[in-house]
């Protein structure tokens, strides 16, 4: 099964951008479609976007339309998760998986295809 490892997480002021990307040293990520969760400490996980395997389709949650933007990119076998306006209700650790089907409710996540998170840490 395809193991995903993530990084690009760090501590960042609010207003500040991030760059999460989301690799796989196995097979070629082209043909599946990723998505992006999150986990922040007391919450509910949160299921905030996916691409499909072709990059046409891309869906965000409402709570981070506009400011996070994921592509791929596939000559570097990798998808990148780019996080700006970020605000202390980002902090969290965000993970990448597997998912069967990119549609807008963003469901049907492979939750067991995810690789260790990295950290988002939103403070001044």
């Known amino acids: 099964q395809l193991q995903l490892v993530e990084s690009g997480g760090g501590l960042v002021q609010p207003g500040g951008s991030l760059r999460l990307s989301c690799a796989t040293s196995g097979s070629p990520l082209d043909h599946y479609a990723i998505g992006w969760f999150r986990q922040a400490p007391g919450k509910e996980r949160e299921e905030i976007s996916c691409i499909s395997s072709s990059s046409i389709e891309s869906y965000y949650a409402d709570s981070v339309q506009g400011r996070f933007f994921i592509t791929r990119d596939y000559a570097e076998n990798t998808v990148y998760l780019q996080m700006n306006s970020l605000g202390p209700e980002d902090t969290g650790v965000y993970y990448c998986?597997?998912?069967?089907?990119?549609?807008?409710?963003?469901?049907?996540?492979?939750?067991?295809?995810r690789g260790p998170g990295t950290q988002v840490i939103v403070s001044s």
């Open positions: 998986v597997v998912v069967g089907l990119c549609l807008r409710e963003l469901r049907d996540f492979r939750f067991a295809s």
